[in-house]
């Protein structure tokens, strides 16, 4: 590993059913809490699908089903998670190039990498959805009481990824056993489920790297 974490993320790619030639593939990347299934990549995805992209739908650095194969968790700034997907990706699926979509903090990752990047990136061509490009003042702004509710939404998020299976740093762990400790003063219900808009639209294609084979696409930082 580059980084000796060990970490492995994972993607999903969507190949469409009627292929249009010339079409660049395009990188999904999720925000803060999101994940491959976040009804905004499902929704992109489709409508993508639906005009001939291949779409990867990329799960960073400890998010969805990157989660048990990640020691730690993404930020805005991890741009070098972005940068060793893009070496990773099978040239099969780049000939015609690579588009990439960051939404909110991915958005502001991928805004991050272009900068650093500048001329070199080989991306096509690239769009920031809500980006928050001064995080702190988005994180004041997100404290404020008219907030709260939208604050503790994400906060919970965090929280769940955090705490997560995977999370096997000796800091985690102990987290983990507070919040255990937490859950058995009170206890809190909540429900998931996993979406499945785009199943219509599109056939999945599961590809090796020469590091690792898993269900989905994997990519080691």
Not at 129 to 155: E, K, S
Not at 181 to 192: D, F, I, L, N, Y
Request: aromatic share 6%; charged share 20%; with cysteine.
């Amino acid at each position: 590993m580059a980084d000796r974490t060990g970490d492995i993320l994972l993607g999903m790619l969507d190949q469409p059913v009627e292929p249009v030639d010339g079409r660049p593939l395009v990188l999904l990347i999720h925000g803060m809490t999101g994940c491959e299934t976040s009804v905004y990549m499902l929704s992109t995805a489709r409508h993508l699908l639906d005009c001939g992209y291949p779409v990867l739908r990329l799960n960073v650095r400890g998010a969805g089903p990157s989660r048990p194969y990640c020691s730690e968790i993404y930020h805005a700034g991890r741009t070098a998670d972005f940068r060793r997907v893009l070496w990773q990706i099978p040239q099969e699926l780049t000939k015609n190039g690579i588009v990439a979509i960051g939404y909110s903090l991915g958005g502001a990752m991928l805004l991050k990498y272009l900068g650093e990047e500048g001329a070199f990136s080989p991306l096509r061509a690239a769009v920031s959805i809500c980006a928050p490009i001064d995080l702190i003042g988005t994180a004041v702004q997100m404290m404020r009481p008219r907030n709260r509710f939208y604050h503790a939404y994400i906060l919970n998020g965090v929280k769940a990824e955090t705490l997560g299976e995977g999370a096997h740093g000796s800091h985690l762990k102990n987290a983990r056993s507070s919040a255990k400790r937490a859950r058995s003063r009170s206890t809190t219900t909540g429900s998931s489920r996993r979406a499945t808009d785009t199943e219509a639209a599109r056939t999945t294609t599961t590809f090796v790297l020469p590091s690792a084979t898993y269900l989905r696409s994997a990519y080691r930082p």
